[in-house]
Nanobody
Framework: QVQLVESGGGLVQAGGSLRLSCAAS????????MKWFRQAPGKEREFVAA????????YYTDSVKGRFTISSDNAKNTVYLQMNSLKPEDTAVYSC??????????????WGQGTQVTVSS
């Protein structure tokens, strides 16, 4: 059974940092693109970042460039999202997803349940 399990969310003050984790299991993800999305209340889901596990190429939405870093630990089958200089507008449920074919936001094969990130002003 394929599972993507996020952790690391919480409440942080503006300017603070959090590191989210996405533990992947149930199949070989070595050739997959792993992605982070977020969805704030009343808004559409937004692509945040992606990484190709084999090769490590990364992609970011403009609003998080220079603040967020996506990375992977192949030995632990875990993808991370290091979030620095957090802003109240970063408040959302953050979910990870996996796609066999593309880093683009439009397609993902598997999804996690999400973890809440709240940034207070």
């Amino acid at each position: 059974q394929v599972q993507l399990v996020e952790s690391g969310g919480g409440l942080v003050q503006a300017g603070g940092s959090l590191r989210l984790s996405c533990a992947a299991s149930g199949r070989d993800f070595s050739n997959y693109y792993m992605k982070w999305f977020r969805q704030a209340p009343g808004k559409e889901r937004e692509f945040v970042a992606a990484i190709r596990w084999s090769g490590g190429r990364t992609y970011y939405t403009d609003s998080v460039k220079g603040r967020f870093t996506i990375s992977s630990d192949n030995a632990k089958n875990t993808v991370y999202l290091q979030m620095n200089s957090l802003k109240p507008e970063d408040t959302a449920v953050y979910s990870c997803a996996a796609s066999r074919i593309t880093w683009a936001p439009q397609q993902s094969d598997y999804w996690g349940q999400g973890t809440q990130v709240t940034v207070s002003s």
